[in-house]
């Protein structure tokens, strides 16, 4: 059973910078695209960032657009979200996906999930 496993949340002041990772274990992931989520208490999950792999194309939401950026290896299974510039509204458990039918901004396709990282910037 591949699994996704994401590490590297934690708690930052405003301004600072936390990279998360997202490995697969337990096998090889066959995915077209990774993408990085994440949901505050109280709130919908949404979009952060994505990776096409056929295409390198990545999409970030307008909310971090500037601030994360997104890298990842197909090869070897990982995806990287290195974060700058963190607000207090980016806290939120952080969930990195496969998705194993194309690049999207909404949950559909998106068959594998990790569990989640926390992240928590302080003002």
């Known amino acids: 059973q591949v699994q996704l496993v994401e590490s590297g949340g934690g708690l930052v002041q405003a301004g600072g910078s936390l990279r998360l990772s997202c490995a697969a274990s337990?096998?090889?992931?066959?995915?077209?695209?990774m993408g990085w989520f994440r949901q505050a208490p109280g709130k919908e999950r949404e979009f952060v960032a994505g990776?096409?792999?056929?295409?390198?194309?990545?999409d970030y939401a307008d909310s971090v657009k500037g601030r994360f950026a997104n890298s990842g290896d197909n090869a070897k299974n990982t995806v990287s979200l290195q974060m700058n510039s963190l607000k207090p509204e980016d806290s939120a458990v952080y969930f990195c996906?496969?998705?194993?039918?194309?690049?999207?901004?909404?949950?559909?396709?998106?068959?594998?999930w990790g569990q989640g990282t926390q992240v928590t910037v302080s003002s």
């Open positions: 337990g096998g090889i992931l066959s995915s077209a695209a």
């Open positions: 996906a496969a998705n194993t039918r194309r690049l999207a901004r909404t949950r559909v396709g998106y068959d594998y």
């Open positions: 990776i096409s792999w056929g295409s390198g194309y990545t």
